[in-house]
C-alpha cells in the first residue's frame, strides 16, 4: 500500500522557516521523481519544486533562491527547505510521487497546511 505522509507545516511569520518531509512507503522510492505541489484557496494547485531520483532538482521560480528540495532514498523521504516566507506561499502543500514510464503510478499525501502571517 502506497503512503505519503507530509509533516513540518504550520504557522510562520515572515521572513521566517520551516521544513516539510513527506515520509513515503509501498513503492520503489528511488525510481519516482519526488515533487511538492501547493494549492491556495480559490486557485489551480501549482507545482513547487521537484527533484529525481539522482538528486536533479527544479523549481517554480517564485520559489527559486529560497526553497530547497532534497531526498534520502534510504530513510524513503523527501524535504522542502522553506526560507524568507511570504504571506503568499500560503497553501496547503501536498507531496507527490511519480514514475515517468507508467504514468497511471501517480501518487498524492494527504496535504499540509502552511500558514504566512504575522
Known amino acids: 500500500q502506497v503512503r505519503l505522509v507530509e509533516s513540518g507545516g504550520g504557522l510562520v511569520q515572515p521572513g521566517g522557516s520551516l521544513r516539510l518531509s513527506c515520509a513515503a512507503s509501498?513503492?520503489?522510492?528511488?525510481?519516482?521523481?519526488m515533487s511538492w505541489y501547493r494549492q491556495a484557496p480559490g486557485k489551480e494547485r501549482e507545482l513547487v519544486a521537484k527533484?529525481?531520483?539522482?538528486?536533479?532538482?527544479d523549481y517554480a521560480d517564485s520559489v527559486k533562491g529560497r526553497f530547497a528540495i532534497s531526498r534520502d532514498n534510504d530513510q524513503h523521504t523527501v524535504y522542502l527547505q522553506m526560507n524568507t516566507l511570504r504571506p503568499e506561499d500560503s497553501a496547503v502543500y501536498y507531496c507527490?510521487?511519480?514514475?515517468?514510464?507508467?504514468?497511471?503510478?501517480?501518487?498524492w499525501g494527504q496535504g499540509i497546511q502552511v500558514t504566512v502571517s504575522s
Open positions: 507527490n510521487a511519480k514514475y515517468v514510464p507508467m504514468p497511471e503510478w501517480d501518487y
Open positions: 509501498g513503492f520503489s522510492f528511488d525510481v519516482f521523481v
Open positions: 527533484v529525481t531520483g539522482v538528486g536533479a532538482a
